[in-house]
């Protein structure tokens, strides 16, 4: 067996209980920082500003955090902290003198945020999620190969999805890379595990590539993805990939519940996702893999 990583108390999700509802949310952690490539350096120092705010609890930091986490410059930073804070998508606190993100950065991105597809996406989501009664989760892959939380969908269920938008799930995390991975081509299957680093995020978590490449291929047999307690304790979710136009695949959405009360509902969860994708793929007019390489064509 390889060497793996041991991150069973921080597998990016766990499960509270308050005696009547239960939450399942991302662990507190920071979410590490990614290097730029290093072609635009101040733009890539922005981004960086951008992604530190995002990501490290409370959100807001002084001029001194920033620089020190950083290691940007003084004088820099503040210069992007300050045109940042003129185009509205950083806010300064005069009395505590820090900066946090602004909704004017929504402003910039609201194409992308209300989009048509996205409009499809999320009518056929919540529509799934009131017929299910089960939360749903939408995430986007990306270059990283990592997961971007996109949009969540709580239904009027006993459990709660509180993970942020802008949550970035492990590119292993199984239920959305068996979803991802099932239906690419073996070349791209046998890149991703160039970078592959074994990780037990729990008791139940693959960590061979035969187990990894065994749950891939069992996805593509059965028609969607499932994860039963192997990235978080006591939850199982079952995963689909929404393909675009090109065929590519540009979202996958899953949805999670206790193992114990999801196990007997997974073929009648599965057909009603199914349901979903096929009605997304036709208000959107994507082109997913013919049948029978995919069974929600």
Known sequence: MPDFKD????????????????LLRPHMAEQPSRSGPGLVPALENT???LQYLNGTAPHEASLAEIVAALGISKTHCHSI??????????KY?????????HSGIFTSASSLLNSPVMDAVRRNLTALVHRVDIPCLLTQPMNDGTYIVIDKFNGPTSMELSFPVGHRFPRDACAQMRA?????SPERIDAWFNNWQPTRYTSRSPLTEEDVRAGIEATRRRGYAVSKGEFTEGIMAIALPIFDRDGEVSYVFNCSFMIDRFLPLEEAVAREMLVALRDIHRDTLARPPAAPAFIGS
């Open 180 to 184: 991802y991975l099932a239906w690419q």
């Open 7 to 22: 991150d069973t108390r921080s597998s990016g999700a766990e499960l509270l209980h308050d005696g009547e509802h239960w």
């Open 47 to 49: 981004i960086a500003v």
């Open 81 to 90: 902290l300050k045109t940042l804070v003129h185009f509205e998508w950083l």
């Open 93 to 101: 606190d005069q009395r505590s003198r820090t900066y946090r993100l």
